[in-house]
């Protein structure tokens, strides 16, 4: 028993000196992982160098320069439109050079693929910033229930609109953070109305934009503990509907592997009829 004990205490120091111990530290190195920049493949290290030959040859059309540029300043991104759509236009080019083995069958359906995909490519990757635009106004739109009744009860004690986002700030997500980090020091260093309605263009969410109002309403001096208990409640009755029409939408999303589960079944009662048949067969002929 005494050497079991030594043995056990031996491999738990063991453990604990080299942090080798398992289920701790394996989730603490994969996080580790995960925020380490990723290491470019070659093929998008060639693809950002044509895409930066393009870039100062290309010429945008003003409106969408002028979209593509609010968009990449909404979401953080410093580079600049010419570059986003020459780094499209490079992706769409590789791809259609992948499609260029369809060549060698038949050269007019291998110069559509090549074509095809190449704008398809390029279509996905334009619309890469307002994929990411909605998926950013659905979080923090999820967060809007939480975050109006948390401004209703600091009214409550103070009318401080910067006091109340700082209070805030420190258990929201991670979305919604950023997003008042920006209004704070834009209130800090400028105007904070000017601030208050940066953060509403930012987001371009109607949702958010009525919540906006009210801050703006706070800063006036104005009295909005009774509006933000209605925000409140009305951004939760929209937060179940919404719950609601995902759920529905369940049954259709599951349609077509409920179709296939259907034929596989069927094959099996074919395959099971069929063996007996030819079972039966070689019995009556044998």
């Known amino acids: 028993m005494e050497w079991l004990v030594a043995i056990l ?3 738990g120091a063991y453990c604990v000196f080299t942090a080798s111990f398992p289920g701790i530290y394996a989730p603490a190195r994969k996080a580790l992982r995960g925020r380490a920049p990723k290491t ?13 030959k393009i870039a100062p040859r290309l010429e945008l059309d003003p409106i969408k320069r002028s979209q593509t540029e609010a968009l990449l300043r909404n979401l953080g991104h410093a580079e ?42 390029y ?14 106004r659905a979080a923090i739109e999820r967060e809007l229930p939480q975050f109006a009744s948390t401004i209703r009860q600091n009214l409550g004690t103070t009318r401080d609109v910067v006091a109340i986002l700082t209070s805030y700030r420190r258990v929201c997500g991670q ?9 704070l020091n834009d209130m800090m260093t400028g105007n904070a109305v000017r601030a208050i309605q940066a953060l509403e263009g930012r987001v371009a969410s109607q949702k958010l ?12 001096g104005d009295d909005q503990r009774m509006y933000f208990d209605v925000l409140a409640e009305e951004y939760r009755k929209s937060q179940d509907e919404e719950v609601e029409r995902e759920l529905l939408q369940r049954p259709q999303k599951l349609n077509p592997y409920m179709a296939m589960m259907f ?24």
């Open 209 to 220: 934009g009525q919540l906006t109002r009210g801050l703006l309403a706070v800063l006036r």
């Open 9 to 11: 205490i031996a491999g």
């Open 175 to 183: 979305t919604l953070a950023g997003e008042i980090d920006k209004t």
């Open 80 to 121: 600049s439109p010419e570059l986003f759509h020459a780094r499209a236009i490079a992706g769409g080019l590789f791809m259609s050079g992948l499609c260029a083995a369809l060549l060698l069958f038949s050269v007019p359906l291998g110069l559509a693929g090549m074509a095809l995909a190449g704008i398809a490519y």
């Open 123 to 136: 279509n996905k990757q334009r619309k890469t910033l307002e994929t990411e635009l909605a998926a950013r």
């Open 40 to 52: 470019l493949t070659q093929s998008q290290v060639l693809q950002n160098q044509l895409a930066e």
């Open 263 to 286: 034929v596989g079944f069927l094959m099996m009662i074919a395959a099971s009829i069929g063996a007996e048949l030819v079972g039966g067969i070689h019995q009556f002929f044998g």
